[in-house]
Every structure is written in structure tokens, then in C-alpha cells.
């Protein structure tokens, strides 16, 4: 958890000024995603102290962006395992924003998950060898598949250790590579 913590707070840092930061999680009442749960655009973190207050700017940049934005990361990855972890139905949820539409330039998402994809209509629990091609030819899969296309995405792995884990992982990874090239 610490790993992916960091890893989050160097992207965010790494973002340009401007940049449009939303922090989501799954909603396990509706079977998607949440409402976010933090919405901010990155500000400038310094400033030209020739004719600005640069150590003010820095000042609100860390209380008002940076600071907020990692106590949310920080709780979001203390997360406790759920029942359900309808994965492919939040990102569907998120290819239908708004903001999020293909006019959106530079649309980029940092997946934060352990990958186990486990809804109604698809689980890797109930089918644990099932491959993408397999998968989308059920029609109540392939309904809730998202158009990434133009998305940059990564993913920040959780690994959750249990018996099965690496074989369910390797899986896992060949199955969302497919879905997130298509």
C-alpha cells in the first residue's frame, strides 16, 4: 500500500498545472462508479519571486492541492476487501463522463485495484481461467465493455495474497491488457 501511495504522489506531482485531478472509488450499493470523491485542478506549486509571493503560492499549493489530494489517496488504498468488485462496470461508468468524452484531450486514468473483477455479470472467482475473447461473447458482458481508446492507462497493482493468487493474477493481467489495447 505504501508503494502505491507513492506511486500516486509522484504522478500527481508530476502532472501539469492546470491538470484536472478526480479520485473515484467503486460503488458497491449501485455496482459501479462513485460519485468522485475529490475533484481538483492542479495549481502552480511555485511562483516567480521576483514580482510573486513564491513561498505563499508553495504554501497553497501544499495546503490546498497537494494535501488534500494525498490524505484522499491515502484513505482510498486503506481499503478493506469486498464482497463485490464490479472493476469493468465503474470503467464503463468512467468512459461515459462527461468530462471524460473523446473531445477531452490528454484523458489518462491510474487504475488502482487488485484486478479481481467479481460482479454479476462477470467474476474471476466464479470463472477463473475465462479470457477476454471468452468473455465478450456473452452479450451481458460485452454490454458493460468501455471504449478506452485514446485513454492512457495505467495500473498501480494491488496485490492481495491468497492460495491461488499468482495464477488468478497472471490471468487477471492477460484479461485487462486485452480489454484496456481494444
Given at each position: 500500500?505504501?508503494?502505491?501511495?507513492?506511486?500516486?504522489?509522484?504522478?500527481?506531482?508530476?502532472?501539469p498545472?492546470?491538470?484536472?485531478?478526480s479520485?473515484?472509488?467503486?460503488?458497491?450499493?449501485?455496482?459501479g462508479l462513485?460519485d468522485?470523491?475529490?475533484?481538483?485542478?492542479?495549481?502552480?506549486?511555485t511562483?516567480?519571486?521576483?514580482?510573486?509571493?513564491?513561498?505563499?503560492?508553495?504554501?497553497?499549493f501544499?495546503?490546498?492541492?497537494?494535501?488534500?489530494?494525498?490524505?484522499?489517496?491515502?484513505?482510498?488504498?486503506?481499503?478493506?476487501?469486498?464482497?463485490?468488485s464490479?472493476?469493468?462496470?465503474?470503467?464503463?461508468?468512467?468512459s461515459?463522463l462527461?468530462?471524460?468524452?473523446?473531445?477531452?484531450?490528454?484523458?489518462?486514468?491510474?487504475?488502482?485495484?487488485?484486478?479481481?473483477?467479481?460482479?454479476?455479470?462477470?467474476?474471476?472467482?466464479?470463472?477463473?481461467?475465462i479470457?477476454?475473447e471468452?468473455?465478450?461473447?456473452?452479450?451481458?458482458?460485452?454490454?458493460?465493455?468501455?471504449?478506452?481508446?485514446?485513454v492512457?492507462?495505467?495500473?498501480?497493482?494491488?496485490?492481495?495474497?491468497?492460495?491461488?493468487?499468482?495464477r488468478?493474477?497472471?490471468e487477471?493481467?492477460?484479461?485487462?491488457?486485452q480489454?484496456?489495447?481494444r
Open positions: 500500500v505504501r508503494s502505491v501511495q507513492s506511486v500516486l504522489s509522484r504522478k500527481i506531482e508530476e502532472l498545472t492546470g491538470y484536472k485531478v479520485l473515484y472509488t467503486i460503488e458497491l450499493q449501485y455496482g462513485s468522485p470523491v475529490l475533484e481538483r485542478c492542479k495549481p502552480a506549486s511562483g516567480n519571486a521576483a514580482y510573486q509571493d513564491a513561498e505563499g503560492i508553495s504554501q497553497k501544499a495546503e490546498q492541492f497537494l494535501a488534500p489530494v494525498l490524505n484522499q489517496i491515502s484513505h482510498l488504498t486503506q481499503g478493506e476487501s469486498a464482497a463485490r464490479p472493476l469493468i462496470e465503474a470503467m464503463m461508468d468512467l461515459l462527461q468530462n471524460f468524452s473523446a473531445s477531452q484531450p490528454n484523458r489518462k486514468v491510474l487504475f488502482v485495484s487488485d484486478l479481481m473483477q467479481h460482479s454479476e455479470r462477470l467474476s474471476f472467482y466464479r470463472q477463473p481461467s479470457s477476454f471468452n468473455a465478450v461473447v456473452d452479450s451481458n458482458v460485452r454490454e458493460i465493455i468501455p471504449s478506452l481508446h485514446g492512457q492507462v495505467e495500473v498501480a497493482f494491488l496485490l492481495r495474497p491468497t492460495s491461488e493468487s499468482s488468478r493474477t497472471d487477471a493481467l492477460a484479461f485487462w491488457e480489454l484496456f489495447d
